[in-house]
């Protein structure tokens, strides 16, 4: 039953997907990330303003579960401190690669790719999107102080 939830959710983030748009202007942060396991690309973009993301968008093309989490880590993210966006990082690796659910933080609808979690192949296609996040926040010190 929660495992038919999680999946329609999913499903559900991959047709339809959220923030699937370039944001374009001279501060908009893009990074362009792949994940050679599965051969999804894709290509974040963020709109930081006062340690906080303003707006966050991608394109790119892939699995459905690496482009469910990337449409749901927009969502998640977005108007989000960037201190508080590293703790849901946090969470949600765990979440992928220990199979644990966090306690304190929401994770939304990322917490529906918790069944990802024993099937370790696909591990790098939630977590994708997360990556491109901490390439382009690298620098950041709000996030990486965390
Ligand atoms: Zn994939």
Known sequence: M????????????????RNFEELKGENIVRVHYKNPTCGDVMTLFLDLEDARVRRAAFLGEGCSISMASASMMTELIENKPLKEVASLRK??????????????????????L???????????????????LDKALKNTKEYTTF
């Open 2 to 17: 929660l495992d038919n939830l999680y999946r329609t959710v999913i499903m559900d983030h991959y047709k339809y997907k």
């Open 91 to 112: 969470g949600f690796e765990d979440l992928i690669r220990h199979g644990e659910e966090p306690e304190k933080i929401d994770l939304g609808d990322s917490l529906s």
């Open 114 to 132: 918790q069944g990802v979690h024993p099937l370790k192949a696909r591990h790098n296609c939630a977590l994708m999107t997360w990556q491109a």
